[in-house]
């Protein structure tokens, strides 16, 4: 079994900065692209930063310049290190990877989200 577990999430002022973690757990052999959703109330779950195995990064274009995702794959984590935090980016954060079991077989996982609001 498999799991994602995310921390870091809280409140922030305008102009602030948080830093998501995400670790996986279990019977992983190997950990492919890893990334961050965001869902904001009465929105679609949006994708905000992707990194692949390889060192590949994508962001979505409203976070561009302010978002920095990272991993590291000895300990099976990645990171969203957010700055210039704005009211817009008030979301729960989904950490998202697809992983190859141990018994080979792959699929994508999801954590449990973590509450991200940015608030004067």
């Known amino acids: 079994q498999v799991q994602l577990v995310e921390s870091g999430g809280g409140l922030v002022q305008p102009g602030g900065s948080l830093r998501l973690s995400c670790a996986a757990s279990?019977?992983?052999?190997?950990?492919?692209?890893m990334g961050w959703y965001r869902q904001a109330p009465g929105k679609q779950r949006e994708l905000v930063a992707l990194?692949?195995?390889?060192?590949?990064?994508t962001y979505a274009d409203h976070v561009k310049g302010r978002f920095t995702i990272s991993r590291d794959n000895a300990k099976s984590t990645v990171y969203l290190q957010m700055n210039s935090l704005e009211p817009e980016d008030t979301a729960v954060y989904y950490c998202?990877?697809?992983?190859?079991?141990?018994?080979?077989?792959?699929?994508?996982?999801w954590g449990q989200g973590t509450q991200v609001t940015v608030s004067s």
């Open positions: 998202n990877a697809w992983i190859v079991s141990n018994f080979m077989t792959g699929r994508g996982y």
């Open positions: 279990g019977s992983i052999f190997r950990i492919d692209d």
């Open positions: 990194s692949t195995r390889g060192g590949t990064t």
